[in-house]
């Protein structure tokens, strides 16, 4: 990136290819500024420093969930949660280096946004406040788990295509018949990467399902 009409959002994505390729720890002002093209005090004209441009790519996640789910309209309580989930899911798989920003401590405007848009969403489908918050912690952090597992250097996906979710600990699969009856869930030209989303796809739906479930149902005394 040439040092040339430099701006707030070249910058972030200069950001964001280092994260990509060194993990948050690799970015620094200074290398920032070696990968835009211009010293490291040009770039403090556009951001402050570098939580500053963390907040930035948080705030771009954030963006991008609210207009997906903006762009979905008045949906039932099922839609707007899994719309929710999959917007937020879809930038963390493609830059796995953005999980741990999202998880740090930050409240973006537009995150606010978003949890706003899901309150409103949720007030109107009859919840009760408790377990509306409820519903927007357990999906946040189900995707956010998601996300930062997926993303961890060396982990299951970022394994050859066709490697094993689960390790070979010994040949002998009769030794760990557990882990062997595991494995008769992955299939699919897809491996690994195929199986991770299934796996999601499975639990999300498990989730949503539980909920509705437990409007239906009577509490337990």
């Not at 299934?198 to 739906?205: A, F, K, M, T, V």
Request: charged fraction near 25%; glycine fraction near 12%.
């Amino acid at each position: 990136m040439r040092g040339v009409g430099l701006s707030r959002e070249r910058v972030l994505a200069a950001a964001l290819a280092i994260v990509d390729a060194e993990g948050v720890d690799g970015l620094t002002m200074r290398r920032l500024g070696r990968e835009c093209g211009v010293e490291a005090m040009s770039l403090y004209r556009h951001v402050a420093n570098k939580d500053d441009v963390l907040a930035g790519l948080r705030e771009q996640v954030w963006e991008g969930v609210l207009s997906r789910m903006r762009r979905t309209g008045v949906a039932d309580r099922r839609v707007t949660l899994r719309t929710y989930a999959d917007a937020l899911l879809e930038p963390l798989l493609v830059h796995p280096g953005l999980a741990p920003v999202v998880l740090a401590t930050g409240a973006e405007e537009s995150q606010v946004r978003v949890n706003e848009e899901l309150a409103g969403r949720l007030r109107a489908a009859g919840a009760q406040p408790l377990a509306a918050l409820a519903v927007i912690q357990l999906i946040t952090s189900f995707v956010l788990g998601t996300a930062a597992l997926a993303g961890i250097p060396g982990g299951p996906w970022e394994e050859p295509e066709g490697a094993s979710v689960i390790p070979d600990l010994l040949a002998d699969d009769s030794a760990w018949p557990g882990l062997a009856w595991l494995r008769t869930a992955e299939g699919g030209e897809g491996g690994v990467r195929e199986t991770l989303g299934r796996l999601y796809d499975e639990g999300l739906e498990m989730i949503l399902d539980g909920i509705e479930a437990r409007d239906q149902g009577p509490r337990p005394a």
